[in-house]
């Protein structure tokens, strides 16, 4: 178990020794999840971190007012959306599914707190996490138009999805992809 909290991004560069500190003082609440099962909706509030540590997961974003779907296929070593947990939009963006039985580990945000308080690795895991996230995006979804939709794709993926997904796929009418990336038609088939 200490092996798999230890890779866990938000957990990086943390002893054995300190992980067991941390485990007697804050509550980790471990659960099973079914095929199929919701771990979060689009628009619930985001109180809890959610790392999986087994299994896989779908996680269905609607982009463009619904217009692009990006689905993403994520496995063990996932965390679900931490730069939710705070600041002024704090619910999930996203519907998460279990794609086959999983395992997840939840830490309450207010016993998130309490560990960050703990340790200073554990604030600068999370401060790495958040500032990639931002970067990523700046620097990805600043300039979407390319000559190829596999390119727009590949932005769109590194600007919002997880870059360590197993799988990711975008569902659109071809008169979105058209209008999102400035193609004509014929490209767009291409």
Known sequence: MYETLMSLPLFNGVSAEKLSLLLEKIPLEFSRIAKGDALAHEGDACEALQFLLK???IVRRQLFSGSLIMEQRVGAGSVFMPENLFGLYTDYNADIVAYTAASVMSISKHKYLEMLEMDRVYQVNLLNYLSYKCQVRSMHLANCLSDRLMDFCK?????????????????????????LTGLDMQSIQR
Do not use: L
Not at 155 to 178: C, K, L, N, P
């Open 155 to 179: 932005r769109m993926w590194h600007g919002i999805g997880d870059r360590r997904a197993v799988s990711t796929t975008f569902q659109a009418e071809m008169e979105t992809f058209v209008k």
């Open 55 to 57: 299994g896989e997961a």
